[in-house]
């Protein structure tokens, strides 16, 4: 097998382990009496990971609870497959950016959740991309408003742990808003977190969970990267009239709610970790997330790999990295990342046989069909003789068209999960 045969092969097999559903039905089976307490349970499903997610709850309740299982589930989930063989409203929203089927999208959760009753169980199944599948602007703030705010951040440089600050505090869902609209129920939230510090309250912009920031917080994070002023009218208003207590912050503490993170990113990158040590390869564990800008990042871990003395060695590490978008190319942050290395690769004259596999958990690297893409031997020699020059692709953001043309990408569609991106790095 070649090294990019292999790290496809490792990859996977990790998808496999952390199949969301495995996951879920394993995680409900704790919940046990809950389930039997309750009169009726009410199963809601949000993000990437939703369709498989519901599939675990499912399996549980047919077996257990299926008489209490109120009316049809819903899953909220971006355009992908569905094959299960269980009864749900499946409906399809939009990510990376809202439109009026995330709106349509919440007033259909809120709309079913609002027959729940205090003897009664609501069950959050919430995975990444649910600040996007899910999105129901604040009074006076139109989608479109909150459509260029979006844009805005994306386009910043800023953070998902920011990002999800900001939209908290222009939304009628997020920020613990969706449980305080099942209360009185109690209810239970299994979250698969592609957050990499696992802020619960930045997950998905935190729907289910009790949010400690603040509408002053959301200003700071707009001044910080200088794009307060550039927001449209009615954000910078609602966000200043929140600010002056005019509105209503987003809750501060729940009693009727369980939370539980049940996959992420470092659980991910144990899976990968246990099954390339079981294929007898020495296993460097890279514990500090990558989450700054994927060219300086992709840099770091090109030095990691001068570091590394023994043959057949597997470096695993994972994260979020961020684009500074100044150019006009495709790509995303995976595909970024990997012509870096690449970049540093070639200039360090290393003469070692090495293979980088950057790639999204979830399948889907930025605004492209593409998962990310490979550094290896296969990609020098198609760069060698191609002409292209690597510098103007990557000042261009244009990682896409580059590992186009050196048939490096990753493309593998959506995987059922997201615990953000995975770097495998094999040095034969």
Do not use: W
């Amino acid at each position: 097998m070649s090294l990019r045969d292999i790290a496809h092969s490792l990859f996977e097999e990790a998808i496999t382990l952390q199949r969301p559903s495995n996951i879920v039905l394993k995680s409900s089976e704790k919940y046990s009496e809950d389930f039997s307490k309750a009169d009726r349970i009410f199963p809601i499903a949000i993000g990437k990971a939703s369709v498989m997610m519901m599939d675990g709850l499912l399996e549980y309740l047919n077996k257990n609870h299926k008489s209490k299982i109120y009316k049809e589930p819903i899953v909220v989930s971006n355009p992908q497959t569905n094959s299960s063989i269980y009864n749900f409203k499946h409906i399809i929203s939009s990510h990376p950016t809202p439109d009026k089927k995330s709106v349509a999208a919440s007033k259909e959760i809120l709309n079913y959740i609002s027959d729940s009753n205090s003897s009664d169980l609501v069950v959050f199944l919430i995975s990444g991309g649910g600040s996007s599948l899910l999105s129901y602007p604040a009074d006076g703030i139109t989608l479109n408003d909150k459509i260029e705010l979006t844009d805005l951040l994306l386009a910043s440089g800023c953070n998902i742990n920011e990002i999800n600050t900001v939209r908290k505090h222009v939304s009628k869902i997020k920020g613990g808003r969706l449980n305080a609209a099942a209360l009185p129920s109690k209810s239970i939230s299994l979250i698969i977190s592609d957050v990499i510090n696992d802020d619960l309250s930045s997950i998905a912009s935190g729907p289910t969970v009790a949010d400690a920031t603040t509408f002053i917080d959301a200003i700071n994070v707009l001044e910080k990267y200088n794009i307060f002023e550039k927001a449209p009218t009615s954000i910078k208003k609602y966000l200043q009239n929140g600010a002056k207590k005019k509105l209503l912050e987003t809750p501060k503490q729940f009693s009727n709610n369980i939370t539980e993170i049940i996959s992420s990113n470092n659980v991910f990158k144990e899976t990968l970790s246990n099954l390339a040590k079981n294929k007898k390869y020495n296993v460097i564990n890279i514990n500090q997330p990558y989450e700054e800008l994927a060219i300086s990042d992709a840099q770091k871990l090109f030095v990691e790999t001068t570091k590394v003395k023994s043959s057949n060695t597997i470096l695993i590490s994972g994260g979020e990295t961020l684009v500074n978008l100044t150019g006009k190319g495709r790509g995303g942050r995976n595909q970024e990342f990997a012509l870096s290395f690449l970049k540093h690769y070639l200039s360090s004259d290393d003469n070692r046989e090495i293979c980088l596999y950057s790639v999204g958990t979830d399948g889907i690297d930025g605004p492209t069909d593409a998962a990310g893409a490979i550094v290896d031997t296969d990609t020098i020699d198609s760069y060698n003789s191609s002409g292209l020059n690597l510098d103007q692709y990557l000042s261009n953001n244009d990682s896409y068209t580059f590992f186009d043309k050196v048939n490096s990408l990753i493309k593998i569609g959506a995987t059922g999960t997201n615990v953000a991106d995975i770097q495998i790095t094999i040095i034969k």
